[in-house]
């Protein structure tokens, strides 16, 4: 300690009262000219006030490691000019937050504003792409494709860390991934017979095949609200369908069946709780889709694209661009699903119900816009109409499981 003291100089900010007795450390116990220490001792005898100033280089010679007050010196001494509250037992107080950990709304934006964007160039890019190359099925394949390789890069990196996975798991995770593959090949082939504000609108019916399943299938009873609250979605549909200007079955078909295919998604996700983190169960989701995905796309569309598919693609946009679009489809596909899953993961079930409408709404409104899609006012108020419907759905049914959740 009198080594300690040879390299320090105190001065007490308030005097040191001891069984009545006042008494002061002057400034001429310094041996060397340094920094102060700044030490105050209040009322209460546990409390105890001490400040460090440029230290470290000092606190860390070996006569004085280990001892309690220079470790808590050396801590502050490492955070800069910082104040240390030392309590009974020396404990140390958290250093100061940083800026984004005492604005965590702003990093909750930030990751609404990146899913909605990703989501939004991924339709326009999709879309222009069925132009020039009107196979869906080959393109479903190409988004799970490079979504794969960009899961088995992460993992070779360790970046995440690959979760092991075990028969059982396999067993569980394979009909989410063939419910998965089914649905996206159907939005795809969707996206490529009708406007993308069209299949969008109608995959607006969503929630009400979850409903029906949840109640018809698993049993759960839903709340008579939640059901009326419906009724504006099936409308609003109905109408926008009947005089959409590029309506044609196929499309619409092909949305109604995506609905279908995730709604049992939901269904055998929840049966799926395999206990690993949702990067690593997407990525292996993605897997096994991608294995459901190619044999159609070899059957259905493999004899076209090796006959003139390919070559004509490549004739209208050349090569580069024709695989440079291919790539970047797939990559934000895969980016945007997994921005969403993490965005989603860090709010409350309100706000994650207001973001899965508003940026739907995102979608339809900018595919419009950017493809100039003419629709009549009919379509125009019988898509409102829909959405409307399902902001009222989700806001009812975020505020049941807020409800649930509280009572648990």
Not at 100 to 128: C, D, Q, S
Request: one cysteine or more; a positive charge.
């Amino acid at each position: 300690m009198s080594s300690l003291m040879s390299h320090l100089s105190i001065r007490l900010v308030k005097p040191l009262h001891v069984n009545g007795f006042t008494t002061r450390i002057a400034p001429s116990l310094a041996q060397r000219r340094c920094q102060p220490i700044v030490g105050s001792v209040e009322n209460s005898p546990e409390k105890i006030r001490v400040g460090f100033y440029g230290w470290g280089h000092i606190l860390r010679r070996p006569g004085f490691v280990g001892s309690p007050v220079v470790k808590a010196a050396e801590a502050a001494a490492d955070g800069g000019d910082q104040e240390t509250e030392i309590y009974e037992g020396l404990s140390i107080v958290e250093p100061p937050k940083s800026f984004l950990e005492r604005y965590p709304a702003l990093v909750t934006g930030f990751f609404f504003f990146t899913w909605y964007f990703l989501n939004v160039i991924f339709n326009i890019l999709n879309k222009k792409v069925y132009n020039y190359f009107p196979y869906p099925y080959f393109v479903s394949v190409v988004h799970l494709l490079v979504g794969v390789a960009y899961c088995l890069i992460s993992w070779s990196v360790g970046l995440p860390k690959r979760a092991p996975i075990n028969k059982d798991q396999l067993g569980l995770l394979t009909p989410v991934a063939a419910c998965h593959a089914l649905g996206h090949v159907m939005s795809n082939v969707s996206f490529a017979a009708v406007a993308v504000s069209f299949t969008h609108t109608i995959k607006a019916l969503e929630p009400f095949f979850n409903a029906a399943a949840s109640q018809f299938i698993l049993g759960h009873q839903i709340p008579l609200p939640l059901w009326l609250s419906l009724a504006p979605v099936v409308i609003g549909v109905s109408m926008a369908s009947l005089t959409e200007l590029s309506f044609n079955w196929l499309g619409f078909t092909s949305a109604m069946i995506s609905n279908i295919s995730f709604t049992y998604r939901s269904i055998y996700s929840k049966k799926a709780m395999t206990g690993m983190d949702s990067t690593n169960v997407y990525a292996y989701i993605s897997i096994i889709a991608l294995l459901f995905c190619l044999p159609p796309a070899i059957l259905i569309e493999g004899p076209k694209l090796m006959q003139y598919g390919f070559s004509d693609a490549i004739a209208r946009v050349g090569i580069v661009k024709f695989v440079s679009d291919l790539l970047w489809i797939g990559m934000f596909y895969h980016l945007y699903n997994q921005i969403a899953t993490n965005t989603l993961e860090r709010v409350a079930p309100l706000t994650h119900a207001v973001g899965n409408v508003l940026k739907r709404v995102f979608v339809i409104g900018f595919s419009i816009v950017v493809f100039g899609n003419k629709i009549s006012t009919q379509t125009g108020i019988g898509t409102a109409i829909a959405i409307a419907g399902v902001a009222i759905y989700s806001l009812i049914k975020a505020n049941i499981e807020e409800q649930k959740r509280k009572t648990t």
